[in-house]
């Protein structure tokens, strides 16, 4: 699987978008964007993955370059409790459930 | 649905002692992890499972083993414990996607923290 590289700390104020950008300059065809989080001391979440299209869900939209070698997690309206260690993780064809987990990036959001 | 749980929630060893952690998930995946997590580190994979009767090594196997001899549980037993293996676990499962080689949304437990003195 694609390696990836994230900033280790963003901040954000509450009530604004918070923009995560992950690089997986690597990647391949068949490989997937996904999305976690981990809210502190908390087993880490599902966000939102994809493959070469953009996706929203209820809370989050991903972009995705057109080259695929990079892509953007967006929080529209970032809160307190959104604050998390957040990890991009690039899963191929043959990941048989196996997840590889980088340094993330650490999202404080401040009042 | 109870998800994915995990037993138990804190557990202190002594050096040398053996335990097993619990896994269970009820959602009927085919795939299951073990993750541990040292303070300030990402997830490292210990071993995984594929399905009932098939397990492999992730990337810090040793002192671990496992089994599955179900669908829904998955337990991780430490052999001797050292301190070193002091870490939070964390368990998680996920369906096969069509072909069987990769996996949609993985489902996390909220982890074990393991102290070994």
């Known amino acids: 699987d694609a390696k990836t590289t994230q900033p280790p700390s963003m901040d954000c104020a509450e009530g604004r978008a918070a923009n995560l950008p992950c690089n997986h300059s690597?990647?391949?065809?068949?490989?997937?964007v996904y999305w976690y989080r981990q809210i502190h001391s908390q087993g880490p979440q599902y966000i939102i993955h994809g493959l070469k299209n953009n996706e929203t869900n209820e809370m989050a939209s991903l972009i995705i370059t057109e080259d695929r070698k990079s892509s953007t997690l967006i929080l529209p309206h970032a809160t307190l409790r959104d604050t998390a260690v957040y990890y991009c993780i690039v899963i191929g064809g043959t990941s048989y459930g196996k997840l590889t987990f980088g340094q993330g990036t650490i999202l404080t959001v401040h009042p | 649905n109870a998800g994915v749980t995990q037993t138990p929630k804190f557990q202190v060893l002594k050096t040398g002692q053996s335990m097993t952690l619990q896994c269970a998930q009820d959602m009927n995946h085919e795939y299951m992890s073990w993750y541990r997590q040292d303070p300030g580190m990402g997830l490292r994979l210990i071993h995984y499972s594929v399905g009932a009767g098939i397990t492999d090594q992730g990337e810090v196997p040793n002192g671990y083993n496992v089994s599955r001899s179900t669908t829904e549980d998955f337990p991780l037993r430490l052999l001797s414990a050292a301190p070193s293996q002091t870490s939070v676990y964390f368990c998680?499962?996920?369906?096969?996607?069509?072909?069987?080689?990769?996996?949609?949304?993985?489902?996390f437990g909220p982890g074990t923290r393991l102290t070994v003195l």
């Open positions: 690597t990647i391949s065809g068949n490989e997937y």
């Open positions: 998680a499962s996920s369906y096969a996607l069509a072909g069987g080689t990769s996996t949609d949304t993985q489902y």
